[in-house]
């Protein structure tokens, strides 16, 4: 029989500097004992097994289950003034990786490609090694998305592919540790370590800190499980490692959670309340970014642009938050801190050279001083992602987004108005709840009206805990919301089409990245607006020192004449090697 125990762990530690004051909590459901006692091993196993005893007697005298689910729920704070040390579970070398190889694999969107990683700077600390290689790990871990259900469902197809890989490997004398990270193990914790006997580890979004322990606990042949949300962690002090070293541009976290609340999203239940990043540790880590050479970074947050930095007293001051005219918001309304725009300035500062983009905003936080910045600064990019969701005034009010269509259009006019030439996409859900032909029409309309460059649609996929799923009924039948999702695609990659031609006939800038996935004679790279642009891989002058002929590497800004355009992306040949500085003067 298994005996089912659990731990929970709360402390406000200085380990990682003032500005975290962790908080953690485990659940881990022991598995036989026997299973750990039965091996006969030569002496270092032997030794082994007698520690991991050990390390069992000592997880024994945690707190029980039901204390941990108590106060799951219960606010961090009350919490941390509850318990006052954390027992001494695990010495230090248990959780040291001791090579290790790890395999991590990321799902869903970029804030969880920069969490990857976030874990994996962590673990690196900790020494382990990482791997590429699936059959070499040790461990996987899989970085989860819940926004939709099928997104999830992809998971558990993925566990069920790597059961037979974790079944062989447990005849082996290093068994292999399988463990979810980020939303999914947030939303359906124990859920999880109940339906898949297979999975080894849990850590929610705001516990990556925690996974040398999580693992070194999975080690000793339990469940070992965090998923507690912080109200204040932004993993400030970890610089995440670059996965590829090559890589021309990175992702920098700069907030985390969301308070929007909108009917329909999961997010402010995985990913918790919304936070910002000491502005600091933001520039710090754009600096080092900037002199490993890579040229460009994407600020990233749920609500990017609500970033607030409340860390510094002298700019607290009661100073009222400018929405975007005609939007309202759903939360509280805050004050004072360090805004967006403030962040934007310093960070653009940091390297004339490299290019600054943001994603994803909220369209409520858009006030002038932002839109003037992004006009004026040659280096933050004229590309605004501004999620409508719907197109119909009554779908956004069920959606609670704070606005009608007409301040949405409205914005986009002012936008357009505010900076020249900008680049615009955004999120569409189709068939959510109560969302009629009308609606639907709406949509498509608004969808004619404002001719985005990129668009990102989906279908609705009602989620658990939200107030959608309490309050609304998901009565767009499936094939309803799929053939009004065709129809979306549809006119965006009509009204994509037309919009990108314009630049038919111009020499745009593009940072290049690589060789193209196609073809090894062509070169690919991104425009101003992030759009993928194809050219020949020719040689060409360098405005730097005329006279040379250079071919272009990643990393590189070259001149591009775009001769033709679709829905996705632009192709031209390339005209010269430049800078970003010097190309204004071309564009
Ligand atoms: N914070 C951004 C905003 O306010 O628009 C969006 C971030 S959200 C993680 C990314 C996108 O996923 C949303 O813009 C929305 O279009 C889509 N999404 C969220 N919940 C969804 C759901 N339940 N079903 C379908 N799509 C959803
Ligand atoms: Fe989700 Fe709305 Fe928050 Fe965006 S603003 S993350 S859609 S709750």
Redesign the pocket.
């Given at each position: 029989m298994h005996s089912l125990q659990c731990v929970l762990q709360v402390q406000r530690s200085l380990r990682w500097g003032p500005m975290a004051s962790v908080s953690w909590l485990s659940l881990r459901m022991c598995m036989a004992h026997s299973s750990l006692s039965s091996t006969t091993c030569p002496n270092p196993e032997r030794q082994e097994d007698g520690a991991r005893k050990d390390f069992s007697s000592r997880l024994a005298t945690g707190p029980t289950l039901q204390y941990f689910l108590r106060s799951a729920s219960a606010p961090q704070e009350k919490l941390s003034s509850e318990v006052e040390d954390p027992p001494p579970y695990l010495m230090m070398d248990e959780l040291l990786g001791r090579q290790r190889k790890v395999y991590l694999e990321t799902y869903g969107?970029q804030m969880n490609v920069n969490d990857t990683e976030i874990a994996w700077s962590i673990l690196q600390k900790s020494g382990y090694l990482r791997t590429s290689n699936l059959q070499e790990a040790d461990v996987i871990l899989l970085v989860t998305c819940s926004?939709?259900e099928k997104a999830e469902q992809t998971i558990w197809n993925r566990l069920h592919q790597l059961k037979a890989l974790k079944t062989r490997r447990l005849r082996s004398r290093v068994p292999l540790r399988i463990g979810i990270l980020g939303c999914m193990a947030e939303r359906l914790k124990e859920e999880i370590l109940n339906r898949e006997k297979m999975v080894d580890v849990l850590a929610g979004p705001d516990a990556y800190r925690d996974l040398p322990r999580l693992l070194a606990v999975a080690e000793s042949g339990q469940q070992a499980a965090n998923v507690l949300l912080s109200l204040d962690e932004t993993y400030a002090d970890v610089m995440p490692v670059q996965t590829s070293p090559s890589a021309t541009s990175a992702f920098v976290s700069i907030m985390r959670g969301?308070d929007?609340m909108?009917t329909?999203?999961?997010?402010p239940f995985t990913r918790g309340r919304e936070r910002s990043r000491p502005v600091a540790s933001i520039l710090e880590e754009v600096r080092k970014l900037s002199e490993q050479g890579l040229k460009e970074v994407t600020l990233l947050g749920?609500?990017v642009n609500s970033f607030r930095d409340n860390s510094e007293v002298q700019f607290n001051s009661a100073v009222s938050t400018n929405l975007s005219r005609g939007f309202t918001t759903n939360c509280k309304t805050k004050q004072g801190g360090l805004r967006f725009a403030h962040l934007l300035d310093q960070v653009s500062r940091v390297d004339p050279e490299m290019r600054i983009r943001f994603t994803?905003p909220?369209p409520k936080d858009f006030p002038d001083e932002v839109l003037q910045l992004i006009h004026e600064r040659d280096n933050i990019c004229k590309q605004i992602h501004l999620?409508a969701?719907s197109g119909s005034s009554r779908v956004l009010e069920a959606m609670r987004r704070g606005y009608s269509r007409e301040a949405y259009v409205a914005l986009v006019h002012h936008i357009r108005e505010s900076i020249p030439g900008v680049s615009l996409s955004s999120?569409?859900?189709a068939g959510f709840c109560g969302e009629t032909e009308e609606d639907h029409v709406q949509t498509v309309s608004l969808l004619r009206e404002v001719q985005y460059n990129m668009g990102?649609l989906?279908?609705?996929?009602?989620?658990q805990k939200?107030r959608a799923y309490h309050r609304l009924k998901d009565d767009v039948p499936e094939e309803v919301k799929l053939r009004r999702l065709e129809e979306l695609i549809t006119v965006f990659r009509e009204e994509a089409t037309k919009a990108n031609q314009t630049a038919v006939g111009c020499t745009q800038l593009v940072l290049v990245e690589g060789l193209s996935k196609r073809s090894a004679a062509d070169l690919c790279g991104r425009n101003d607006g992030n759009l993928k642009v194809i050219f020949p891989d020719a040689e060409m002058e360098d405005v730097s020192n005329p006279g040379l002929r250079v071919r272009a590497q990643p990393g590189d800004y070259v001149l591009v004449q775009i001769t033709s355009a679709g829905s996705q992306t632009l192709k031209g040949h390339v005209l010269c090697r430049t800078t970003l500085k010097d190309s204004s003067a071309y564009c």
């Open positions: 969107c926004i939709r969301c929007n909108c329909y999203c999961i997010v749920q609500n994803s909220h999620p969701q999120d569409f859900i990102f989906f279908a609705y996929s009602m989620r939200t």
